[in-house]
């Protein structure tokens, strides 16, 4: 999943109560976009590619960044890849409407031989 999927409500311009987790260094964003983030240029001087994105304690996100550009105190990076944590696990079957219907017409056949 790509930015472009990601909910509207989280990636609107202001990032109110986002922060960036790398290792055990947390920052708060100053913003989240389709293209990228960004945080104070202070406080992240050197960011790893792997990054982890919060809001509080829930864990929305985790994705790959590279640097893009300084502007005055405000450091941007954009994303390479981005993944959407999921709130349930994974399914291992297809939903109802999905599946293909039983084929009958197989043990129909059987019974005349």
């Known amino acids: 999943m ?8 989280w990636r609107s311009g202001r990032a109110r109560g986002l922060r960036l987790v790398f290792g055990a260094t947390s920052v708060p964003l100053r ?22 994105i919060y809001a509080g304690d829930r864990h929305l996100a985790s994705g790959l960044i590279c640097c893009d550009r300084i502007d005055g105190d ?4 954009l994303f390479k890849r981005i993944t959407p944590c999921k709130t349930r696990p994974p ?6 409407e999905l599946c293909p219907a039983p084929d009958r017409g197989a043990d129909r056949l059987r019974q005349g031989l």
Do not use: K
């Not at 790509?2 to 409500?9: A, G, R």
């Not at 405000?74 to 990076?77: D, G, V």
């Not at 399914?91 to 109802?96: I, K, N, W």
């Open 31 to 52: 913003s989240l976009s389709r293209g990228g983030l960004s945080v104070e240029a202070r406080s992240a001087p050197r960011l790893p590619g792997h990054v982890h």
């Open 2 to 9: 790509t930015i472009h999927e990601l909910p509207e409500s």
């Open 91 to 96: 399914r291992d079957y297809a939903p109802g």
């Open 74 to 77: 405000e450091h941007r990076f």
